[in-house]
């Protein structure tokens, strides 16, 4: 089974694809989706629905996740996190993939053992999770383990 796993941001959406066969996981594939922060909202936003949808028709996962809207202090970032993940979920949507929603503080626990895990602390597992594999920054080490945690979850 191909796990997709994304985070989503407007300013840079993380991708990962990860391999899982019964309690075995395996890298196959990250990345980043930058925006221009001076581009309009909706041509950022069409950037990222096209290039999650050109991720999904490269792979081919059996399904997605994806992690679930944080409330910001500042209303206008919650706000722009919202439509960013809208664009990416549309993304999985056009291509029918079953898509599970997964709180930031739950894949730390699913990845690291407990939800307050630290990014280091998450990164750290990934390396011991997935031996060997090279991420492409710290949104696509985001979004791999929201693979990661999908695949211990099952896909609830």
Aim: aromatic share 2%.
């Amino acid at each position: 089974m191909l796990i997709l796993g994304l985070d989503p941001s407007l300013s840079c959406t993380g991708w990962g694809i990860v391999r899982s066969e019964g309690a075995r996981l395996s890298h196959v594939a990250n990345g980043q989706i930058p925006t221009d922060a001076k581009a309009p909202m909706a041509e950022r936003l069409h950037q990222l629905h096209d290039a999650v949808a050109a991720v999904i028709g490269q792979y081919a996962p059996d399904r997605a996740a994806v992690e679930e809207v944080f409330l910001n202090k500042n209303p206008q970032s919650t706000l722009k996190l919202a439509q960013a993940r809208g664009a990416v979920l549309a993304a999985c949507g056009q291509a029918s993939l079953p898509v599970a929603e997964y709180a930031a503080r739950l894949v730390k626990k699913a990845v690291v053992g407990t939800g307050a895990a630290e990014k280091v602390q998450v990164q750290a597992m990934l390396k011991v999770l997935l031996p060997g594999v090279t991420v492409a920054g710290a949104d696509a080490a985001d979004a791999l383990a929201v693979a990661i945690a999908d695949a211990h979850l099952g896909g609830r």
